[in-house]
């Protein structure tokens, strides 16, 4: 198998407040992890590519200073968002690769945040 | 820049039918293709994942062809059910780094 949780599933935190949310690869070790983010009825967009023991590759638009990713060991990965704000409210989705499948991304159930 | 498009945005059909789900991405050079569903507030579920030298790759009552010289996909879901209904994302990889770029989704919605 290859499954992926994250914790926690929904999260409400006030404005100005940091959320961690951890992302972990439950029976595989996986070297590279991503953080993706949805808005409602909008599709998959890919924030950062997560490598254990280095620093976060983020994409175009994406601030790192606010959204930080620590990829500690082969099993975890976690995204901080630091100081929230409402419009930081989404479905935020990881997902993990494992040896052997390359190419193949195994995704977690997601993380509900809403930022009041 | 890698773009993925899905038609249509929505799709209403009645319980029964065959249907057909399309996906087209601009950049050929993708090293595989994945099709995805989502249930409302829930995670994703990866259904049919095609490499790139692949045609197609079936999985009970769903077909997903591959034709990576027109830049299409396609996913065929034979004899719908209202279970069926979800929304189905495509989802196209390519790049050295393994990154995923995604359709917009098609909604579909199976009537009894």
């Known amino acids: 198998g290859a499954v992926v949780s994250q914790h926690p599933s929904w999260v409400i935190c006030k404005s100005g407040t940091s959320v961690k949310i951890e992302c972990r690869s439950l029976d595989f070790q996986a070297t590279t992890m991503f953080w993706y983010r949805q808005f409602p009825k909008q599709s998959l967009m890919l924030m950062a590519t997560?490598?254990?023991?280095?620093?976060?590759?983020?994409e175009q638009g994406v601030e790192k200073d606010k959204f930080l990713i620590n990829h500690a060991s082969l099993t975890l990965s976690t995204l901080t968002v630091t100081s929230a704000h409402p419009e930081d409210s989404s479905f935020y989705i990881c997902?993990?690769?494992?040896?052997?499948?390359?190419?193949?991304?195994?995704f977690g159930p997601g993380t509900r945040l809403t930022v009041t | 820049k890698q773009e993925v498009t899905q038609i249509p945005a929505a799709l209403s059909v009645p319980e029964g039918e065959n249907l057909v789900l399309n996906c087209s991405f601009t950049d050929s050079a993708i090293y595989n293709l994945q099709w995805f569903r989502q249930d409302p507030g829930k995670g994703l579920t990866s259904l049919l994942l095609?490499?790139?030298?692949?045609r197609e790759q079936t999985s009970g009552r769903l077909n997903a062809s591959l034709d990576k010289s027109s830049g299409r996909s396609t996913l065929y879901i034979a004899a719908s059910q209202p279970g069926d209904s979800a929304t189905y994302l495509c989802?196209?990889?390519?790049?050295?780094?393994?990154?995923?770029?995604f359709g917009q989704g098609t909604r579909l919605t199976i009537n009894p």
């Open positions: 095609i490499q790139s030298s692949q």
């Open positions: 997560s490598n254990e023991g280095s620093k976060a590759t983020y």
């Open positions: 997902s993990a690769i494992k040896p052997g499948s390359p190419y193949e991304q195994y």
């Open positions: 989802a196209v990889g390519f790049g050295g780094a393994q990154k995923l770029v």
